[in-house]
Structures are given as C-alpha cells and as structure tokens.
C-alpha cells in the first residue's frame, strides 16, 4: 500500500484538571513559554507518540508534572482543521478530578508557572488554543455528571458525615448545598450506608460510608 498520499496529522492530548481547595472548584493551568500564543493560559498537555495509547500519554504526563495518576474520562475530541496555526492538529481532551497536591506541579519547556485557579474564573481567560472550550465544556460535563453519579473517592475519607460530603458537592456545583433535600436523595438513591456517629463540634452526627453501588459507579 502506498502511503505517501497519506495526510499527516498529529495527535496531542489535553488534560483539564480539577480540584478542590478551601471548598472551592479549582483547575490546574499554565502559560505557555513558546509560540504560538506565548504567554496565554494552557492547558498541561502533550503529543501522543506512535507506540503509545492516548490513554497511556494521559498517566505519562500527569507523572511528569508531579501528579498522582487518577481516573480520568474522554472529554471530546476537537479537529477544527485551524485550531493550532503550525499544522494539522488534533486534540483528545480528557478531565477529572484529582487530588490537589501541597507543592504545584512542575513545568515543562512549553508551559510554565502552574498554579489552581478558580473553575468558574478560568472562563475568563485569554487561552491558548481552544483551550477555553475544553475548560468550559469539562466544567459543564462535571457539574452535569455529579447530579446522577457519585463523586470520586479521592475526596471523601472512609468514613464522612453527610455535611462533609454536601461540602465536596457544594464545591463542584458552586454553590450551597440544601442539606435536607441532598440527605434524602442520597438515601433515595441508596448512594450511602449509615455505619455509625462521630463528635463533630458538639452533638454526635451520623457518619456514613460510600455504598457498593457508590463504589461501583
């Protein structure tokens, strides 16, 4: 087979990262120290080699800026044929919620000087790319996910009360959280098992762990 008609296009994931700190949704984001779109916000990211799955690229690069690999999800591919203005490519994004370490996480020759920044901040912007679009249309798909699924156990002891749990789920929402409504669904749902009560601030409050189905989810 002939393959010099071939098109060449190259492939690159993009990795948008959340957290949480101090009860708040946050991203992880860079600048970039090359052009094009020097100095802009970005995305951590890199190219997916030919031996390599995108998904072994994704555990790759989160080691190699200091992350602990996490359970992260295929956000959307995006191929608008102009998004990057060197040549043809295309962007496998992938998000997730990770657990936010002490020390930020290191750069890279492309990108510099990572730091969190607040979720619904980062839409404000100036991106490199379209790195603007995947951060919008992540934050989207997680605040719409954690309505029906439960949220990733990095963020939740063994053992939690339910006010706990409704701080996480306030955080991700970005905003409060009603506690009796957010009791009963959970119960509803059977996404918790009650296991016993724990002194919090006074009274005994009930503390609950995540149920099989949580688990399994």
Known sequence: MNTKNFPTITLVIDLVLFGIINQ??????????????????????????????AEETCTKKIKSIGLKPSDLEQLATFSEPRRDPRKRIIAMAYYGLIPVPQSLPEGDSRINHFKWIDADDAKKLSWAFNHGVM??????????????????PHFLPKEFTLSELALVYGAI???????????RDLLRQNLVTEIGTRKVRGPLARTFCRSVRMRLA
């Open 173 to 183: 929402l970005g905003r409060k959280i009603d506690l009796s409504n957010f009791r």
């Open 135 to 152: 951060v919008k249309t992540a934050l989207e798909r997680l605040r719409a996910k954690i309505q029906y699924s439960p949220v990733s």
């Open 24 to 53: 708040r949704l946050v991203i992880l984001a860079g600048h970039r120290t090359e052009a094009p779109y020097i100095n802009r916000s970005s995305l951590p990211g890199t190219y997916v080699c030919v031996d390599e799955s």
